[in-house]
Each structure stands twice: as structure tokens, then as C-alpha cells.
């Protein structure tokens, strides 16, 4: 396993090195040679693997990513996916040391903030979380998938208010959003504000019919205010 992981990785390498035209400089290859949001990772497919075969796909992961910052220097999405690969193998202090890099290279990079904010979460930091996933909303407003991630941890840290706000602009730009009509009622529902949480809960069911957890709240709503019945009919 651990030899086609390896073939994986020179497979990747190669196909970069054969988009970059004859005698350009590394460095300055175009932002295209390098999609700016994938993530630098080899596939891994069930059953699950053994400890080993775990242990040897995280290190031919972090090879390409060597690979391309050492074809790539200075470069920022090479710096970012470096990022990536250190956080998911439990390096935080490293992977923010190429993240501030990158983030030098190119300020505008709202992927560099939100891996950032990632880390903060992970350190239980969430002031500082915040302040990332909000940088990163200033780059790229119309991010539902950021604007859910602000929420939750604002709501985490008692910032209801701010979660709501939060949280309706995720359904502006997305009202097919079934898990933001879903937090949206949870917000209501720890305010206790019944009304409001049941017509979200009502609409998250109505875009996703078996998100089981809306209906558990709904049943939530109803034992609350009393209507056992009601409840027991989720």
C-alpha cells in the first residue's frame, strides 16, 4: 500500500512539472499549476487501514507537499497546502509558521485565514477564531460554509446574537441551507424563543425530510412549551 501511495505522489509531482513551460522559473509559475482550495492529501478508501498503512499515506502526503514547495518556493498556495498537511498531522506551531508566510506572500488568501481560524478552534481559542473567520468573510463574503463555521463558534462562546446574524446571511446567499435553518433554530431555541425556533426547524425539514435532528428539536420546542403530544408525534 505504501508503494502505490508513493506512485500517487510522483504521479501528482509529475503532472505539475509537465504543465510548467520550458525554462520558466519555478517560482513564478502561474496560480493555476496549483488549484488554490484543493487539499494536498492521497485518498483513503474504506475498510479502514491499519496504523501503518495510515502512518505511510501521511508521509507520502507530507512528501508532495515538500515536493511542491521546493519546486514552488515563496509560492502562496504551495505554502498553504504545507499548512494544510502539517494541521492534519497534529503540527499546529508548524503549519501557522507557513500560513503566516503565505499570508505575507498574499494577503487577499481568505483559505489562509480560515485554516488560522481551524487551528484557533482546535486550541480552544475561539476569540481568536473568530477574528480569523471574520478576515476571511471581509476577502469572500458570499461563503456560506464560513459564515456557518463564524456561527457555531460564536455560538459556542455565548455570542447569540451575532450567530443569528451570522447564520441569516448564510441563508441569503443559501436558502437551500437545511444545516442553517437547523443552528438557526437551535439559537432560538437556547434563547428560548420558541416561536422562532419551530419555524426553522420547520423549514430546515421541509429542504431535508429526514434530518432527524430538526425533528428532534422540533419534539424539543414542543415539551418545552408543553404540548407533550406533539412531541411525542417526533
Avoid: W
Wanted: include cysteine; glycine fraction near 4%; proline fraction near 5%.
Amino acid at each position: 500500500t505504501a508503494g502505490v501511495a508513493l506512485c500517487i505522489a510522483a504521479i501528482v509531482f509529475l503532472f505539475i512539472r509537465s504543465r510548467q513551460p520550458p525554462g520558466q522559473d519555478p517560482g513564478q509559475v502561474e496560480r493555476s499549476l496549483i488549484q488554490p482550495e484543493a487539499e494536498v492529501h492521497l485518498p483513503v478508501h474504506t475498510p479502514m487501514r491499519s496504523a501503518q498503512e495510515v502512518v505511510a499515506l501521511k508521509q507520502a502526503e507530507s512528501r508532495v507537499a515538500d515536493q511542491l514547495l521546493s519546486d514552488f518556493p515563496g509560492h502562496v498556495d504551495a505554502l498553504i497546502k504545507k499548512a494544510a498537511v502539517c494541521h492534519r498531522n497534529g503540527d499546529a506551531l508548524q503549519a501557522l509558521v507557513f500560513l503566516k508566510k503565505a499570508r505575507q506572500a498574499d494577503p487577499k488568501r481568505a483559505d489562509a485565514y480560515i485554516r488560522m481560524a481551524q487551528i484557533a478552534v482546535d486550541r480552544g481559542q475561539l476569540q481568536q477564531a473568530i477574528l480569523q473567520y471574520r478576515q476571511a468573510l471581509r476577502l469572500q463574503p458570499q461563503r456560506p460554509d464560513v459564515l456557518s463555521k463564524l456561527a457555531a463558534i460564536l455560538m459556542m462562546s455565548g455570542q447569540l446574537d451575532e450567530a443569528i446574524a451570522a447564520l441569516r446571511e448564510e441563508i441569503r446567499i443559501s436558502p437551500n441551507s437545511s444545516n442553517g435553518y437547523f443552528t438557526l433554530g437551535q439559537v432560538h431555541l437556547q434563547q428560548k424563543e420558541y416561536a422562532q425556533a419551530k419555524e426553522n426547524y420547520e423549514a430546515a425539514v421541509r429542504i431535508k425530510p429526514d434530518l432527524a435532528r430538526a425533528y428532534y428539536g422540533l419534539a424539543m420546542v414542543h415539551t418545552r412549551l408543553g404540548n407533550l403530544d406533539q412531541a411525542q408525534a417526533y
